[in-house]
């Protein structure tokens, strides 16, 4: 059974901070990784996807990196804004478990002006 | 071109009652998903279709629950009769398919569902 686990829970940043978000999953066959950002009272975005193949993408100030054989993908913010601030989720494709995506519990990121 | 779209945004319903969401998915998305998130909860899957069929059931909750996506368009997830444990945020997202980035999932804003 897959379980997705992301740390911190929370993060206070002052604005202009280079952060880093972790996120760890148990079963390293994995088909692809999303990073999301959800906003308070508002739906999922999709932020980047990386397929198992890849090791980063990039889109913009955000980078994201997979490291499947030990489980972990992180994912970097630079120059952090106070827009930033969200919940940022990381989920998790596994080809055995069909298309659905297995979820973390989310960092809440604060970017204090 | 138009995003993952739900209805109702919100709805409070009492326990025994019957709610029904929609979920209408971007135009040409075949894959149509729903997932929840209940009270301090990670966002968990629901069931998967593909265009009309059901592909995964595997995370619905009970049989209380009946979802439908007649003609592989819009989708319904019905909740008869609904339960105090019910109440959450109900999530839809679609995919285009295929290989690779086909497999980005898009998600709607949700539904909060509130059983009182």
């Known amino acids: 059974k897959q379980e997705v686990t992301q740390i911190p829970a929370a993060l206070s940043v002052p604005e202009g901070e280079n952060l880093v978000l972790n996120c760890s999953f148990t079963d390293s066959a994995i088909y692809n990784l999303q990073w999301f950002r959800q906003d308070p009272g508002k739906g999922l975005t999709s932020l980047l996807l990386?397929?198992?193949?890849?090791r980063e993408q990039t889109s913009g100030r955000l980078n994201a990196s997979l490291d499947k054989s030990s489980g972990r993908s992180t994912l970097y913010i630079a120059a952090s804004q106070p827009g930033d601030s969200a919940t940022y989720l990381c989920?998790?494709?596994?080809?055995?478990?069909?298309?659905?995506?297995?979820f973390g519990a989310g960092t809440i990121l604060r970017v204090k002006s | 071109e138009a995003g993952v779209t739900q209805f109702p945004s919100h709805s409070v319903i009492e326990k025994g009652q019957t709610v029904t969401l929609r979920c209408d998915p971007i135009s040409g998305h075949d894959n149509l998903y729903w997932y929840r998130r209940v009270m301090g909860k990670e966002i968990k899957f629901l069931l998967h279709f593909v265009k009309e069929s059901k592909q995964d059931e595997s995370g619905m909750p009970n049989n209380r629950f009946l979802a439908e996506r007649t003609g592989g368009t819009y989708s319904t997830l019905k909740v008869q009769p609904a339960e105090l444990e019910d109440s959450g945020v109900y999530f839809c997202?679609?995919?285009?398919?295929?290989?690779?980035?086909?497999?980005?999932?898009?998600f709607g804003p949700g539904t909060r569902l509130t059983v009182t």
């Open positions: 997202a679609s995919s285009l398919g295929g290989s690779g980035r086909g497999y980005e999932q898009y």
């Open positions: 989920a998790v494709r596994n080809m055995e478990y069909g298309n659905k995506l297995v």
């Open positions: 990386i397929q198992s193949s890849q």
